[in-house]
Structure formats: C-alpha cells, structure tokens
C-alpha cells in the first residue's frame, strides 16, 4: 500500500515559489504528525517542516519565514508552500511521519537555479 504520494516538484529560479502537495493514506493522516523532509545531493535526508493533526506547525530554522506548511483534512494531503527559493533548496523533497517513519515515497525533485 502506498502511503504517501509527493507532487508539485519543479525548476524555479532563486526568488520563485512552488506548492508541494502530498496524498497520505487515511490510516496515517488522521493520527499523525506528518512533515516535510528534503535530501540533497550528498546529505543527510532532513525535516524541514511538520503539522499536527491540529494543525500546529513547526520549521526548520532554514526555512522559518519561508516555507509553509499545512494540511487539508478533507483531502488526507499535506502541502508546503516555498516562497524566496534559494540554492541550497535544491533537493528531493519527501513527506513522511514525525518519529518513526514508514517507507518512504519516490519524493518530488526541487531545483533552484539561476
């Protein structure tokens, strides 16, 4: 079973913006604090933003003012909103639970570039 499905991935220049949308499976959803993970090139895969089942946020201090997370409980789909896209936002972003993490999706590909 497949539980979470990222999309909206893209090619920007620095300063762009793009919206991530991530489809979790129901069973997850509901109970979960679900966030936002992204791996460079090279790096460690990271948490860069999460949401609770009530909607409390929480951001990497990289992407505080920036970045926007959040979720539509009718459509069991966690978004992030990326504004002023620098550089070193460049990587494979991924959702997945706060904790204990299941399998991870394909991610969607993020490239900043002038």
């Known amino acids: 079973q497949v539980q979470f499905v990222e999309s909206g991935g893209g090619s920007v220049q620095p300063g762009g913006s793009l919206r991530l949308s991530c489809a979790v499976s129901e069973s997850i959803f509901r109970f979960y604090v679900i966030g936002w993970y992204r791996q460079a090139p090279g790096k460690q895969r990271e948490l860069v933003a999460s949401?609770?089942?009530?909607?409390?946020?929480h951001y990497a201090d990289s992407v505080k003012g920036r970045f926007t997370i959040s979720r539509d409980n009718a459509k069991n789909t966690v978004y992030l909103q990326m504004t002023s896209l620098k550089l070193e936002d460049t990587a494979v972003y991924y959702c997945?639970?706060?904790?204990?993490?299941?399998?991870w999706g394909q991610g969607t590909q993020v490239t900043v570039s002038s």
């Open positions: 949401v609770t089942s009530g909607s409390n946020t």
């Open positions: 997945n639970k706060v904790g204990m993490v299941n399998a």
